[in-house]
């Protein structure tokens, strides 16, 4: 049996998720803080993210695209708090542009700059992912 915070959340492949970090309030700000989560991006793939403000204005846009090894993920802005989680992915062979800052289902980053690259560590990590 499943309430509403444990019921399962089945995600779509070349999904860029994001989840917001307030659970007090339904009217906050939803970039502040916001965990985007990256979900099985295909070679080749691209997945946007777009973060409105309470009034519906688009305040931020993520993209992220694979070519082979490499995930390029980039953002309009970087709002305080906000970090990428490239789930099912535990390790990456370069990291650029970010702070790993752990592993929740895959590696937490948080962004130093307005475009992270990630370099995957090896083919059948690429594959899984």
């Known amino acids: 049996m499943c309430d509403f915070f444990t019921l399962p959340l089945y995600v ?3 999904t860029l998720l994001a989840m ?4 007090e309030r339904p ?6 803080g916001a965990e985007l989560r990256l979900y ?3 070679d080749g793939k691209e997945a946007v993210c777009e973060i ?3 009034a519906g204005s688009i305040v931020l846009t993520a993209r992220a695209a694979r070519n082979g090894r490499t995930i390029v993920i980039s953002s309009t802005g970087m709002p305080e708090g906000m ?6 992915i535990h390790e ?3 990291i ?3 702070d790993v800052l752990g592993d929740d289902g895959g590696i937490i980053l948080a962004p130093g700059d307005n475009t992270v690259t990630i370099e995957l560590k090896a083919a059948s990590d690429a594959q899984r992912f």
């Open 52 to 54: 409105p403000d309470t």
């Open 83 to 88: 970090t990428y989680v490239l789930k099912g």
């Open 12 to 14: 779509r492949e070349n």
């Open 92 to 94: 990456a062979k370069g």
């Open 40 to 42: 099985a991006l295909g």
């Open 96 to 98: 650029s542009g970010a």
């Open 20 to 23: 917001g970090a307030c659970g």
């Open 27 to 32: 009217d906050y700000d939803y970039a502040k």
